[in-house]
């Protein structure tokens, strides 16, 4: 593949371990701020900061990096004060790599209600106006960017590839995302291949950018950048995206990584990361973006996802609903007032070493901030910890032992489909 610039050296991807007669693997994705051994799970960070959470507790918990999100930054406190702070890392006081979404999907499901995985059923209907009920839709896609209302105030903004890039380079993460049109599951299939040619032309513009940035901001350690891969849940188009994607190349910049994109069926999330992760080279980093359930992570780490991201481990944790190795449970059920036990006898996390569910339990019934703390600390290091465990497990070998064993305990009882 094609050197980017001087820089490669600033970012690296080696692939250690093979998962046996699969897509999975292990490797290490070296960046300016460290290194990430992957898979790996990182936690969201949306406003550059994971919510009610200390950056160093995040560290404790095994967090390899943050993402942030782009979208949200842009708006507050605007990219222009991050980078006056030294980048997004030096902002937040977090040494360790940070990722940025390219604010593609939040400005595009603004007010629709997208979701990431969906459970399609037969009878849906396809069109390209899918809304909310009750919703307004407040973004707009045309050939050149999307303008979007901004959630917090209604005023009018625009993004392009371009303008994306520039924040993305302000807010300055290790790792960036090209700006991309997400579509749903329910768009036409025509509307699809448009889309997935539109999201082509950003993504070589989104190159053009990055290279001029990258050399105009050389002062600044490198940034990666990824194209992120559309095609929802056609095969031609994730294998046409991934090659093209690939293949791009402005002046000798290429992606440095990519992201696996889009809303994704559910009943078919792994044959449809393998369709791009067949096509891939296999000396790039790939992430799943938004994506986090225990199975939806198994099914990505076997066909070859590298890195993880999702909101739904700390956004659980404040509504009192947490992990254990036996499945989710909600700490409002009133059986854990009298629970003078860990939330999970197997966690090694900070909240489960020192607090019994009955003390978090109250302090959820009794509104106070402490409990969402210690909560998302225990969901966060569930999460980041049995991504861990899959990674050891690739190494050693029994990564479907493993998987059998956990997911058998998890979803035991639930009418949750398990991974196959
Ligand atoms: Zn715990």
Redesign the pocket.
Known sequence: MADNNQATNLFSFREEARLAGSLGRTGVISTPHGEIQTPAFIPVGTKATIKGVLPESIKDLGGQAVLANAYHLYLQPGPAIVDEAGGLGSFMNWDGPTFTDSGGFQVLSLGVGFKKVIAMDTETFRSDEVIAEKKERLAHVDDDGVTFKSHLDGSMHRFTPEISMQVQHQLGADIIFAFDECTTLHNTRGYQERSLERTRLWAQRCLVEHGRLTTERSHRPYQALFGVLQGAQYEDLRRKAAKDLSNLNAEGVSFDGFGLGGALDKEKLGTIIGWMTEELPRDKPRHLLGIGEPDDLFIGVENGADTFDCVAPSRQARTSAVFTRNGRVNLSNSKYQRQFA???AE?D?Y??SHYTAAYIAHLFRSKEMVAGTLATI?NE??IVRLVDQMRESITRGDFLEFKRDFLGRFYVGSPKRQAT
């Open positions: 860990p939330i999970d966690c996390c909240t489960c225990h290091r569930f």
